[in-house]
């Protein structure tokens, strides 16, 4: 008797298993402390502003974030978000996403995290629901030999049709099926990783998707509550 094909459940991050979208609390957390020049503030405020419409091209603005960084030393940006991240988004990860992980791996299926942020958020996020690093798909910024940022990011950014390339790479390179797999997620930019999978799933939902996922008859859910320590 042959086994059934190998399933991934992938997860969004922000807004799915997190009750926040962490990009829009960072921007928020470097104005506050006088990090952020009111120029880079205004643009940061038009990209929310596009991300929302499900007009963002995440290349480009993947591209111009990552110039910003430019020599800056991992570590120092790690330790500095690692604090901001234990003080104002661990608790926001919702019980119900940690309790669909754990039925995922009940049933065998491979958990991923397929987030367009970069590992500086969803590496925190992982650790949480004990996903390992190599099965965290991510907006990867380039680093040199010293650890430094480039100021260069290592394309596709993963987000929209990226969040597609990198879950095919993926899935190819484990024998992952698909089209018999699982998406998670709460945002209408996610449409082409929704039509990709089998079993799309609509978590918290803007208000786009939440028309679309009515239209297609997908699945909608509510992931609020808190998870515990």
């Known amino acids: ?3 059934g094909p190998r ?8 807004r ?3 009750t926040v979208n962490s990009g829009e609390l960072w921007v928020r957390y470097m104005w506050r402390t006088g990090r952020l020049p009111l120029k ?15 007009v963002l091209d995440f290349e480009a603005v993947t591209e111009r974030a990552a110039r910003g960084y430019a020599g800056a030393e991992w570590a ?10 234990a003080a104002e988004i661990a608790a926001t990860l919702t019980a119900e996403g940690r309790a669909r992980i754990a039925e995922h791996r ?3 299926h491979q958990v991923v995290l ?10 925190p996020v992982a650790a949480m629901v004990e996903v390992a690093a190599d099965d965290v798909l991510c907006t990867e910024l380039e680093v040199d030999d010293d650890r430094r940022l480039t100021g260069r990011h290592l394309p596709p950014a993963c987000g929209g049709p990226g969040k597609v390339t990198r879950a095919e790479r993926y899935a190819a390179a484990r024998d992952l099926d698909l089209g018999a797999s699982y998406f998670y997620t709460d945002s209408f930019s996610d449409l082409p990783m929704l039509e990709r999978v089998g079993h799309p799933r609509v978590i918290n939902p803007d208000s786009r998707l ?20």
Not at 76 to 85: A, G, K, L, P, V
Not at 114 to 123: D, N, P
């Open 210 to 229: 939440l028309r679309h996922a009515r239209r297609r008859g997908w699945e909608i859910e509510r992931w609020q509550q808190a998870a515990r320590p």
């Open 106 to 108: 009940d049933q065998g």
């Open 16 to 18: 799915t298993l997190l």
């Open 76 to 85: 120092t940006i790690e330790d500095d978000i690692n604090q901001w991240f």
């Open 40 to 54: 880079e503030a205004a643009r940061s405020i038009l990209w929310i502003v596009q991300y929302r419409l499900g």
């Open 114 to 123: 397929l987030t367009s942020g970069t590992r500086f958020v969803a590496g």
């Open 7 to 14: 399933v991934a459940a992938f997860f969004d991050v922000d």
């Open 1 to 3: 008797m042959s086994a």
